[in-house]
Each structure stands twice: as C-alpha cells, then as structure tokens.
C-alpha cells in the first residue's frame, strides 16, 4: 500500500467515526426520495400509461422507427457518419466508451478527488454528459424520416381481422399467402362494398361453389373487413384522362418514369409504397398529411371525379 | 445492540442467525457526514436500487399475464391494459421504471465520477457499477420487443441491425439475436428469455457485488479541497 493509500484509510476511518449511524440517518433520507420517485412513477404510469401502437406489421415499410429515448443520443451520432463507418459510430465507438468508462479508475489515480483538483477530468466529464445531452435533444426534435400516415382505423381493424381469422392461410396479397383463393389485391376494387358484405357473411350465397367456411362474424367485423380488403387493391381501372391530368398537373413538381420535375419526390412506383386512401386523401390536401409539404391542395380545383381518377392512376404504379 | 444470550427467545436467535451482527454490519455502521444539499446525492444510489426492485415486482406480475409470441404478445399485452386489475397502472410503472432506471443509473455515476468517488479503494465498486448500466440498457432493449406493436418491431429491427454492424463478428451477433435470418417467432422467445431469465441473473449477482463493496469499503466522504491538499504533503505519491 502507498503512503497516501494509508494515509486515506486512516482519515477515512476518522471521517467515518465523526459521522453518524446509516440507520436512521442515511436510510431516512434514501427512504424519502424512494417514496418521491415511487409518487413520481405512480404519476407517469397513471396519466400517461405505457401505450401500445398498433400489432406490428412486417410489411409496412413507411413506419418511422423510433427508439427509446436513451438510445436516440446514438441514433443522432449516427448521422453524422458517412454509410461505410456506420458500424465505427453504432458499435466501436460506444464499446470504446464503455472500456473508456472502466478504466478511467486507472487513468485518473492518485488521491485528488475534488473536481477542481482535476481540471481534465471533471472537464472531460461535462463534455460527455453535455454531449449526451445534446444529441438527445437533437434526436427528439429531428422530423420523422417518413411521414406520419393518417391510418383509416376501420382498414386497421380489418388487417387485425386478416391475421386471427389467418386468411393468409388460402389467400395472398400481391403474391404473398396461400394459393387456395384468389390474390386479394387484385379482388380488390372489382367487387362492390355489398357484395364484399354478402360474401363475408356467407361465401356461397354470392360465389356458388366457394370452398371458403363461413365465418359468423359481427355485422361490425364484416364493415372493417371489407374496408381492408377494398383498401388493397388499385381501386379498379383508370380512366385514359388519368395520364393526361397528371402530365398538366403533377409533372411540374414530380417524375412518372422518366419524366417530369424532381421538386416533388417520384411517384413511378407509389402503388406499391402508398395505399389508396393515403394517396387520395393526399391530393385533396397534403397539409393534413404531411404538414411541411409545400404541395398545394387539389381539393376544388379538381372534381372528385377526377381526383378518384387520379388515385386509381397513382395506386396502379407499382 | 450486540449479541447478549439473556436465554429469552431474541438472545436465542441471535445466536442461531447471527442477524444482530448482520444488523451491525449493514444498518448500524458509521457513515462520513455530508452536510446541505450534498447530503441527497448521497441517495441516487438508493433510489436506482428502490426502482430496481419496482422493476422486478411489476414485471413478475405482468410476466403472469404475457404470452411470449408473435401470435399472442400484442393481445395478452391488451389484455393487461384493459382487463387486468389494476393492469394499466401495472405496465405504466414498468415502462416508466425503465426510463427511471437509466436517469437513476446515469445521475449516480456523474455523482461518483464528479466526486472521484472511484478512486482508492473503491475502483472494483465503480467497474460494476458500469457493468450495471450496460445491464441496464440491455434490458431496456430486450424489454423493448415485448408488446410486440409496430414501435417495438420495428425498433428491434433496427436495434439488431445494429448489432450486426459489429466488426468481424456482426453478421453472427444477428443472428444470434434474431433466433434466424429474419425477425419472428425466435427473436422474441429469445429477447423474452434474456429480459426475464439471463439478464435478472446476471444483475443480481452484480448489485450483490457493487452492495459488498459499497458496505466492505464505506460510503465514500465528500471531497474537500482541504482534504485533497493534506494528501499532497504525502510523500511517494
């Protein structure tokens, strides 16, 4: 043992025996501020909750991953690194930290302990927690990488309905699923909402000859069901207008294979990233959308006619 | 209050469980006087190990209402928020309790590295400690997957895309994670088994080391500008 190791235990052991007994003083004082953070939580926990997002969905590609709030600090730092040292700023980096974190012990020895006597450390100390700090206030204010898509809750409740009744297990969408009925997407806007309700309500009274079983669902089950169903598909054929309005109206700000401007991103393969509802209701007013977007609105200056047109153009570009 | 067989049935318990001495040794102890406001940042450490065990009862009692499975995770989970006595409150105090863990774990080290705390003799005490916070976020990420909604989803995609950043072993670290090539079924029975199973272990054994040595070696004193110039007169440094 070093001198000033000695030396510490004994002023230690004196320091220790001025003081006073960890129970009750100690523990009095652990025990308040346990019950504050314990009030605290209760608050949190009863008016906000823990929410619960809709089931997850393997095949939506426009969701906005966003992590935990202790992660984003990491999220943000890794912006800032080109593609091809991704893996220094996720992974090498706050590893490099960690071992930085244990060893520090070892780098800062010797018997200074107050933050003044070690200028290096105390100072390399506020710059980490500052750093922390401010990356994770840059990572909650930074927009959204996709925008928020408005989701028709009627359509959500159906695709809820799809997988526990496991009709992919005869049908698919867009080649995905059983091969027993036919591709839903490409059903979808060739049958009316009526004959959608009948057919879920009993499959042979409007297909003779269906080996689909009736389902016994509730009046509002069948509604959210044909709502989903209507919503995957184009939403039936276009009329040869459709191009021609896109060519005098969009093509200024946005490409369709080829051609147009880059204003606007390129719808060439929007069917396949967009469905209907969400394009249609972006024509009429992209604001209620996407609140930054600098498209103006078509409601009005277009007819619903055209509109619907339009969407039924967009939704077959896949 | 030290062992003393008076024969009475305390005496004869003191003498089969040693719990007077045990009593001595964790509550009766001397501990160095902080004075004011420094005083309460005395307690973090405390208040991390309260949350702590906040975190394991509530999630015991949501464990008894989830199902581990992509199939079952998201409507058990709903189930607990709506219909479970007391379920909503329940699964608030977890979610919460996590977010309290991190801030708690985070403000008790920049107590003890603003304060050298680390230093002489307790460097051992600070290496677990930071063991402890990388358990901490671990749970924090496995836990994360559980409701399996869309955030949780897709966050663990990301999370393990991350993963498999990793230098050389990246790729196997994935799959590792994700039971497979793609997330499903594997991930989360493995993310529930590590959130519920491996790491209470592990963050068990650690508190009970970091505890040992934060009793064996005592709380350490404030520092002092007075205290830190005494020990530059000695000599050998």
Redesign the interface.
Known sequence: M????E???K??KA?????????P???F??A???LI??G???Y???H???????????T?TT?????????LFLFQALKAFPGSL??VA???LPGAA?LL??A???M???????????PF??AL?IFA?GGVATLTFFGLRSPLLNPTQERNPQVMAGKRLFSELNCAYCHRINGKGGKVGPDLAAVAGTRSDDWLKAHFRNPKAVSPGSVMPKLNLLPEEIDDLTAYVQSLGTGGPYSPEAPKLFAADCEVCHTMHGKGADIGPDLSHIGAARERGFIKNYIMNPANTKPDSIMPSFKGQLTGLQIEDLTRYLAHQR | MSASNDGGPRGWLYERTGVDRVWDALFARKVPEAQGWVSWLYTLGSATLFVFVLQAVTGTLLAMNYVPSPDHAYDSVRYINTSVVMGHYLRGLHHWGASAMVVLVGLHMLRTYFMGAYKYPREGTWMIGVLLLVVVIGFGFTGYLLPWDQKAYWATMVGTNIAGQTPFIGPYLKKIFRGGPEMGAATMTRFYALHVLVLPAIVGALIMGHLFLVVWHGISEPPTRAADADAEKEPGR
């Open positions: 070093k001198p000033w190791q030396a510490y235990e002023r230690y320091a220790k025996e001025r003081g006073r007994s960890f129970f003083y100690a523990v004082k652990d308040l501020v346990a953070v314990f605290v939580l209760s949190l926990a009863i906000f909750g823990a929410k619960l997002e809709e089931l997850a969905d393997p939506d969701y906005n991953p966003r992590p935990e709030w202790y992660f991704e893996s996720a992974v090498v960690i974190l244990i520090v012990p070892f800062d020895s010797g018997p200074l302990r107050h933050p003044l006597n070690r450390w105390t100390g927690a």
